[in-house]
């Protein structure tokens, strides 16, 4: 009997599909229908032979219309889909998932009536994209079966293709309220770090709308290590590494590694360089823990890396994010145009520089301040031991006068010594006659002026000097974390690079107020005196320097 699915052989299909209901159809993949009344009554139940029968066409990369049929990571979601109705989809790039749940959900409106499943795409023009291939998926839809479900177009506009037998696929940037039967949300992580409101409605909004057992799927490259997509991800992990039994509302982590996608292969010769040889015998070593087994890292995928990162201008953390080998690799990558990101990951993350309990009772307190002009106010909390910056604790609102700060500290089980001020606190204001100095004096606090900064230019690269010297407690700082990974250069348009100006963005606020708790401490570590971290500083200089995210001096 022959095989009709073309892009996985039968043995690779009894080993993605084992323990779920797909095992009982095989058969229907080993022949072909005999003639119509057969396709309808005995092959078409199953969704898994319509997703690949090509009743639905899609657009390929050259734009050409062709008939749909899995490739072999769709196929892997799908098991993953029968063993367990929510995922979280961690992927490298390229791998149709998008394509695929499109198709799952449009198969579904087409069976099913009565249904509204929602898409959820990262912007407009993403959004726009969705409807077109829908709308392109139903054009091409078979008139034959059209007339046999006697379906009909009800409704069809911007977010919005609907049928006449009351099934509908709303097509959205967000997703505030509303029931759906089924969700799927494309670049979580994109949409997280650039719309966490948009991101907020949804995870608030229609994800508690859907009844437990239902289909929601999210998916995304890692875009970072903070945001919403990495938390739940994370979480996900985890439960499945307790070996917990998952409720309908809970995630399976689902991961798809270059190394599987069939497409990632080169037959042209590379020459491997030492770091790629390094990152080889890492890469086995990781993807076993993962997945229990060693990769297939045949010389053409080899080369085929060596290629990519050759594309990327050998960058390992940004090729990581875009095409990771293990789910750790992914979220490796910080964002473009950070100040401390790379640092940060060096010097904090990769040396252990985040601990619990870091809080130590026979040290003074000290608080750097940021008085934002925005109206968000930052406290960060901070011990000082020897060279060591132990930042402990951290607090940020909006829309409170500074009394409500000073309450917060003086709440805080700390022993406070100083809180560390910008200059500009000095400034009266017009309507009182006092500045925020005097106002803080006022209340109790030991306020201290700190100098006029020579330029913010020049204080971020203290402030990258002191990296090094950082300590963050794990429980308490999740926010001033996610500042040093975010806090960036503005980008020009124009001119396509970064300026040398900071981007003053929901992260400039702690930026500066650490970039403040630097400038405090500066004389007293002496840092730049520091002959063992100087050594290595001068031999960074030439990678470094006017980088954006380096350790230039």
């Given amino acids: 009997m022959s095989w009709t699915l073309k892009n996985i052989t039968e043995e690779q299909y009894k080993e993605i599909y084992a323990g779920t209901p797909a095992m009982d159809i095989i058969d229907l993949f080993k022949k072909e229908p005999k003639n119509d009344e057969d396709a309808i009554l005995n092959f078409m139940p199953s969704k898994l032979w319509r997703l690949n029968s090509g009743i639905y066409k899609i657009e390929n990369k050259q734009g050409e219309l062709i008939p749909f049929e899995m490739n072999w990571a769709q196929h892997m979601v799908y098991a993953e889909y029968l063993r367990h109705p929510r995922l979280i989809i961690l992927k490298s790039r390229q791998q149709g998932i ?6 799952f959900f449009f198969d579904d409106m087409i069976i099913k009536d009565n249904h509204k499943f929602g898409l959820m795409a990262q912007g407009l023009k993403e959004a726009k994209n969705l409807k077109e291939r829908i709308i392109l998926a139903w054009d091409n839809y078979p008139e034959a079966l059209k007339e046999f479900f006697g379906l009909k177009v009800e409704k069809q506009n911007t977010d919005e293709f609907a049928l006449n037998k009351g099934s509908k696929i709303y097509i959205a940037t967000s997703f505030r309220s509303g029931t759906l039967q089924g969700l799927h949300i494309s670049e979580y992580g994109k949409i997280a770090n650039k719309y966490p409101e948009k991101a907020r409605e949804t995870k608030t909004g229609s994800m508690q709308a859907i009844k437990a057992g239902l289909p929601v799927i999210i998916e995304s490259t890692a875009e970072g290590s903070k945001n919403d997509f990495a938390k739940m991800w994370n979480s996900a992990v985890l439960l499945k590494e307790e070996g917990k039994k998952l409720s309908g509302k809970d995630f399976r982590p689902v991961f798809l590694s270059w190394v599987d996608d069939p497409t990632c292969i080169n037959d042209i010769p590379q020459v491997l360089t030492k770091e790629a040889k390094e990152y080889f015998d890492l890469l086995e070593r990781e993807y076993e823990k993962w997945f229990g087994k060693l990769p297939k890292l045949t010389n ?44 940060f990951r060096q010097y904090i993350v990769k040396a252990k520089h985040i601990v619990k309990d870091l809080y130590d009772p026979n040290l003074p307190v000290y608080v750097a301040m940021d008085l934002g002009m925005n109206d968000t106010m930052v406290l960060v909390f901070f011990q000082v031991w020897k060279k060591e910056l132990r930042i402990i604790d951290e607090y940020h609102n909006s829309g409170e006068g500074l009394e409500h700060y000073v309450n917060i500290m003086k709440a805080k089980p700390y022993r406070i010594s100083k809180v560390y001020v910008p200059h500009d606190a000095k400034v009266k204001e017009l309507g009182t006659g006092k500045s925020r100095y005097d106002i803080l004096r006022s209340l109790g606090v030991n ?26 407690d794990e429980d308490n700082t999740d926010y001033l974390q996610q500042a040093m990974l975010n806090y960036s250069k503005q980008w020009d348009e124009n001119l396509g690079k970064w300026k040398d100006k900071p981007l003053h963005d929901e992260w400039s606020n702690p930026a500066d107020a650490i970039r403040y708790m630097v400038i405090s401490q500066w004389n007293k570590l002496k840092i730049g005196v520091d002959t063992t971290l100087a050594t290595k500083k001068t031999s960074r200089r030439s990678s470094y320097t006017n980088n954006a995210d380096g350790l230039s001096l």
């Fill in 98 to 103: 998008s394509t695929f749940w499109l198709v």
């Fill in 447 to 472: 306020a201290k002026l700190l100098p006029k900064t020579r330029s913010v230019i020049n204080d971020i690269e203290l402030v990258r000097q002191a990296i090094p010297y950082m300590w963050f």
């Fill in 300 to 343: 053409e995928k080899k080369w085929w890396w060596m290629a990519q990162f050759r594309e990327f201008n050998f960058d390992r953390a940004l090729i990581g994010q875009e095409y990771p080998g293990w789910p750790e690799e992914a979220f490796s990558a910080t964002k473009d145009g950070s100040y401390y990101g790379k640092l």
